[in-house]
């Protein structure tokens, strides 16, 4: 942040913590669709990350979840287990809902 921010979260109510908080609060309330999106396919790529980053299929999968291709996406993870299969299909569903607007946020 630059000086000029600093200075005015100074001068906030409750000083500058205070004042982070409310606009954190703010902004998650006025999210967009698009910002739910991204922060969902976000989510869901660090799981896939964390848990089946050694996987086949998972650069695939990542890259199809960005692009919101379910054919693609169902086809990289064909060969991971069925519980994780179904964990991940989930998500993907939720996200692809929230794009297609068959769903608001």
Same mark, same amino acid.
């Given at each position: 942040?630059?000086?000029? @921010?600093?200075?005015?979260?100074?001068?906030?109510?409750?000083?500058?913590?205070?004042?982070?908080?409310?606009? &954190?609060?703010?902004?998650?309330? *006025?999210?967009?669709?698009?910002?739910?999106?991204?922060? $969902?396919?976000?989510?869901? =790529?660090?799981?896939?990350?964390? #848990?089946?980053?050694?996987? +086949?299929? #998972?650069?695939?999968?990542?890259?199809?979840?960005?692009?919101?291709?379910? &054919? +693609?996406?169902?086809?990289?993870? /064909?060969?991971? @287990? =069925?519980?994780? /299969?179904?964990?991940?299909? /989930? /998500? #993907?569903?939720?996200? +692809?809902?929230? @794009? *297609?607007?068959?769903? $608001?946020?």
């Amino acid at each position: 942040m630059l000086p000029r @921010h600093w200075e005015w979260l100074a001068t906030q109510r409750g000083g500058a913590s205070v004042a982070l908080r409310r606009l &954190v609060d703010e902004a998650k309330k *006025n999210a967009t669709t698009e910002d739910i999106i991204c922060l $969902e396919q976000k989510r869901l =790529d660090e799981f896939m990350m964390t #848990f089946l980053g050694d996987e +086949s299929g #998972f650069e695939e999968a990542s890259r199809s979840l960005y692009r919101n291709s379910r &054919v +693609s996406f169902e086809s990289a993870i /064909k060969q991971w @287990h =069925d519980d994780i /299969k179904q964990i991940v299909m /989930k /998500k #993907f569903n939720y996200i +692809s809902a929230l @794009h *297609n607007g068959e769903i $608001e946020k």
